[in-house]
């Protein structure tokens, strides 16, 4: 038993000191359980993206600050960080795609099954940091506020 534990502990070390393998996991583990069938019904990718997301996140994985900052648009002035956040970098980098696409024509045209491809990329990405960032709190939110969610769950569906 102190072996599996160890080897565990150890498996959560090198997911904690590299958040790419961390990335690669999650989005192939989610995708895998997004896909098992249950009485010929089946999360899909993305929710099972995230469950895995909150499953790992409840042990303590977080991902480090250079894979938070991915697709951040910061400048340091005095020593002082000023940016617009992932959403500034992705606008300047539409921006700039745009012009060039508007000077030349064919500039960044991708076949469908490509965009399609780098458009759900995006979100497994999203829902992996979503997961991970809620999954340390989860479980307890679950366990004192849980009978009260499963409740105004359908309550709010019903209204809306």
């Keep these: ?3 599996i534990y160890g080897a565990l502990q150890a498996a959560l070390q090198l997911l904690d000191a590299n958040p790419v393998l961390l990335l690669l996991l999650l989005m192939g583990s989610g995708y895998l359980l997004g896909n098992i069938k249950v009485l010929g019904f089946s999360l899909g990718p993305v929710a099972g993206i995230l469950f895995a997301g909150i499953f790992l996140g409840h042990y303590g994985l977080r991902l480090g600050p250079a894979a938070q900052s991915l697709g951040m648009l910061s400048f340091t ?8 956040g992932t959403a500034g970098g992705l606008l300047a980098a539409g921006l700039g795609i745009g012009y060039m696409r508007s000077v030349r024509p064919t ?3 991708l076949p469908e099954a490509t ?5 759900e990329f995006g979100l497994l990405l999203f829902m992996v940091g979503v ?4 999954g340390g709190n989860f479980i307890d939110t679950l366990t004192s506020a849980g009978p009260l969610l499963v409740v105004a769950g359908p309550v709010v569906l019903l209204l809306a």
């Design 1 to 3: 038993m102190d072996s």
């Design 77 to 84: 002035v005095g020593g002082i960080a000023i940016g617009l």
């Design 107 to 109: 500039f960044g045209r």
């Design 115 to 119: 965009s399609w491809w780098l458009m």
């Design 131 to 134: 997961g991970l960032s809620a």
